[in-house]
């Protein structure tokens, strides 16, 4: 995206703000960060802001923070039905999720996980198993590191293994893993996305953008992500602790089959619990689908 030159507004100030100011200063943007609380807990953040000479507030969202902004970055706790973000879509401002704008410089393969349960467990084994076959990777996105300051990393890594909420995805537009999961959907964040049918489809828009040489890893056993429809280009995957799968992990018994092929014992992994079977399944399937 060319934001040179042009004012960027973000609604919320922590962490992942603080990255994608970095990034915004990078490519020559006119970062403005504005944040309702007015708390010590976002000392530190105002300091670092103060730091890199970037203009903010705090207490309250002022007319003045969003006018002749050119892009709006609400953090992903912000629902984008917020009256000033409202206001600032009808005068013409572009509203994007932070993992919207950061992909836009992402120069890495991308392996991204999302769902209710179970992303963090399996996106730091994802990292682990790319790592153990000699890769460069960093894990980012809903967790310590966010996905602006992966991308920003010199040099790119080949991978990057995103953990993604639903609010992360809510706002997105062109972004495209190549490699993406939905582990689960059980009734979560209602309150902002009206019904778990709401839910499950910002769920789906994880796979919505991906093209030939993409692969989408469809979790068999949950009936939403079961029911969600990747793109007809790309080529798609299952994992299954219930039935047999022609491409991709599946349980027989005590053995990890990928098809007709014995892969290794429940016991070969020390993460207990059925559930978590799920995800070792998930990020298997997703090792194989990419070639690992």
Not at 84 to 97: F, L, N, Q, T
Not at 162 to 174: A, D, G, K, P, V
Request: glycine residues 8%; proline residues 6%; negative net charge.
């Amino acid at each position: 995206m060319d934001v040179r030159g042009k004012k960027v507004t973000l609604v919320g100030m922590g962490r992942t703000s603080v990255s994608l100011v970095k990034l915004l200063l990078r490519e020559g943007a006119a970062p403005f960060v504005t944040e309702a609380r007015n708390t010590p807990a976002i000392e530190v953040f105002e300091k670092e802001l103060d730091a890199l000479g970037v203009p903010h507030e705090c207490g309250g969202h002022s007319a003045e923070a969003f006018r002749d902004a050119s892009v709006i970055v609400p953090s992903p706790g912000v629902p984008p039905s917020l009256e000033p973000i409202k206001r600032a879509r009808e005068a013409g401002a572009d509203v994007i999720s932070e993992l919207e704008f950061s992909s836009h410089y992402c120069r890495s393969r991308t392996l991204a996980v999302t769902g209710t349960n179970g992303k963090t467990t399996t996106t730091e084994l994802l990292r682990c198993l790319v790592a153990a076959c000699g890769h460069e990777v960093i894990l980012a996105g809903n967790n310590s590191i966010p996905f602006s300051t992966a991308v920003m990393a010199e040099p790119a890594p080949p991978f990057i293994v995103l953990e993604i909420s639903s609010y992360q995805l809510e706002l997105i537009r062109t972004f495209r893993p190549w490699m993406a999961t939905v582990l689960n959907v059980t009734p979560d964040h209602l309150a902002r996305h009206g019904t778990i049918e709401g839910y499950a489809a910002a769920k789906a828009r994880i796979f919505e953008n991906q093209v030939q040489g993409d692969f989408a890893v469809v979790n068999l056993d949950d009936p939403y992500a079961r029911s969600m429809t990747p793109p007809a280009d790309a080529t798609i995957w299952n994992y299954s602790l219930n039935e047999k799968v022609e491409r991709g992990l599946w349980l027989e018994g005590d053995k990890i089959c990928l098809g007709d092929l014995y892969v290794a014992d429940i016991s070969d992994t020390l993460l207990p619990g059925r559930h978590n079977m799920q995800n070792v399944l998930a990020a298997l399937t997703m090792m194989y689908a990419g070639g690992f």
